[in-house]
T-cell receptor, first 112, second 116 residues
């Protein structure tokens, strides 16, 4: 299987919460990231969490990490149409150059 | 935060020609930059690691003679797609991390290459 797995699609109604899930296999992962990619654009780092944390909140974004199950989630509160994009989960380890391993991305579609 | 600029954002070229894509770190020096390729509805696949002043390290399956990487300065890496073919059409993204900052990769805005 892939090192980082995500569901490919998520559809929500505007104003609802979105939860995007990710699982990873490398138990030595130190950093876990969520990136956002809008159509035709590069990646924008949304937030990241260290592996010794289990939760991080940043405005409308909440990241939950279950290290035992190697499960990461991103919750977007009050989802807006502007949140429609592809969200990539990524993991990396410390030391040397930073080379994240990405999931395939979850396409979030927000309906008005 | 640190910024990585990639140019051009879109390019269309004829089959058989070569195309150069530039990746610049604007406010930090990057001894290492990375080049990714993204297929439609796919994740980013690491193609190669660009090392300033030395040869690039290519991932398995990536042809180094086709995808030439040059990292001549601490702020610039280039990817040249040589003798491009339609199957090379893709979205190419570079990234760099600031060795003096956090372990965070900053990505360029990507280059959409279309070979006709």
């Amino acid at each position: 299987g892939e090192d980082v797995e995500q569901s490919l699609f998520l559809s929500v109604r505007e104003g609802d919460s979105s939860v995007i899930n990710c699982t990873y296999t490398d138990s030595s992962s130190t950093y876990l990231y969520w990136y956002k990619q809008e159509p035709g654009a590069g990646l924008q780092l949304l937030t990241y969490i260290f592996s010794n944390m289990d939760m991080k909140q940043d405005q409308r974004l909440t990241v939950l990490l279950n290290k035992k199950d190697k499960h990461l989630s991103l919750r977007i509160a009050d989802t807006q149409t502007g949140d429609s994009a592809i969200y990539f989960c990524a993991e990396s380890r410390t030391g040397g150059s930073y080379i994240p391993t990405f999931g395939r991305g979850t396409s979030l579609i927000v309906h008005p | 935060g640190a910024v990585v600029s990639q140019h051009p954002s879109r390019v269309i070229c004829k089959s058989g020609t070569s195309v150069k894509i530039e990746c610049r770190s604007l406010d930090f020096q990057a001894t290492t930059m990375f080049w990714y390729r993204q297929f439609p509805k796919q994740s980013l696949m690491l193609m190669a690691t660009s090392n300033e002043g030395s040869k690039a390290t290519y991932e398995q399956g990536v042809e180094k003679d086709k995808f030439l990487i040059n990292h001549a300065s601490l702020t610039l890496s280039t990817l040249t797609v040589t003798s491009a073919h339609p199957e090379d059409s893709s979205f190419y993204i570079c990234s760099a991390s600031d060795p003096g900052g956090t372990s965070e990769a900053f990505f360029g805005q990507g280059t959409r290459l279309t070979v006709v």
